[in-house]
């Protein structure tokens, strides 16, 4: 039922910048949270960015000040610009929900997309 596909992911030369997206459907992101998860061969995954529906945002370390996470009025599309890209932010990029069961904002992501590959050249 619910489904997550994201797109705008390809290769960018370092200080470039891309948009991804992720179109939601059979969800509703009113009641919980989204995220992006970025994830390199060999490594971990890693939280890159989370929205919450009053869209207050939180991002990882690594990443803040470049990218911004932000939704559509209907939280129906998820997006993430990334500006200023390092090579270091190569990896696959997912997009991710929240059970809306478990309680607002639980940080439990039950829901992923297939996933956008991002490569960042020197």
């Known amino acids: 039922q619910v489904q997550l596909v994201e797109s705008g992911g390809g290769s960018v030369q370092a200080g470039g910048s891309l948009r991804l997206s992720c179109a939601a459907s059979?969800?509703?992101?009113?009641?919980?949270?989204m995220a992006w998860f970025r994830q390199a061969p060999g490594k971990e995954r890693e939280r890159v960015a989370r929205?919450?529906?009053?869209?207050?945002?939180n991002y990882a370390d690594s990443v803040k000040d470049r990218f911004t996470i932000s939704q559509d009025n209907a939280k129906v599309t998820l997006y993430l610009k990334m500006n200023s890209l390092k090579p270091e932010d190569t990896a696959m990029y997912y997009c991710a929900a929240e059970d809306p069961g478990l309680g607002y904002c639980n940080g439990r992501y039950r829901y992923w997309g297939q996933g956008t590959q991002v490569t960042v050249s020197s």
């Open positions: 059979g969800y509703n992101a009113r009641t919980s949270c």
């Open positions: 929205i919450q529906p009053s869209g207050d945002t």
